[in-house]
Nanobody, 115 residues
């Protein structure tokens, strides 16, 4: 099975930054959509950011201007640079890959924003 492995989560103070990464066990290309989602306890999983063909990106309004999604297709990896973090950003962050009509999910990495 295809596996996605997230890393880079941790504890950070408000206003701080973290860089998440997600590496896939399969090759990726610009035609494969790679995205980040997050889920806080007791809340719905929400879309955060996506990068698709040609590096086109889209962001949830809650993170636009603070988070940046990027990818390295040669390394089968997608990144999420998170800046100006807020306590509301605390959640488990999940990587998502859509390839040939099939979606794959990582197991998540915890991000906690607290003084």
């Amino acid at each position: 099975q295809v596996q996605l492995v997230e890393s880079g989560g941790g504890l950070v103070q408000p206003g701080g930054s973290l860089r998440l990464s997600c590496t896939a066990s399969t090759s990726i290309s610009p035609s494969n959509g790679m995205a980040w989602y997050r889920q806080a306890p007791g809340k719905q999983r929400e879309f955060i950011a996506i990068t698709v063909w040609g590096g086109s990106t889209n962001y949830a309004s809650s993170v636009k201007g603070r988070f940046t999604i990027s990818r390295d297709n040669a390394q089968n990896t997608v990144f999420l640079e998170m800046n100006s973090l807020k306590p509301e950003d605390t959640a488990v962050y999940y990587c998502n890959l859509k390839k040939f009509g099939t979606e794959y999910w990582g197991q998540g990495t915890q991000v906690t924003v607290s003084p």
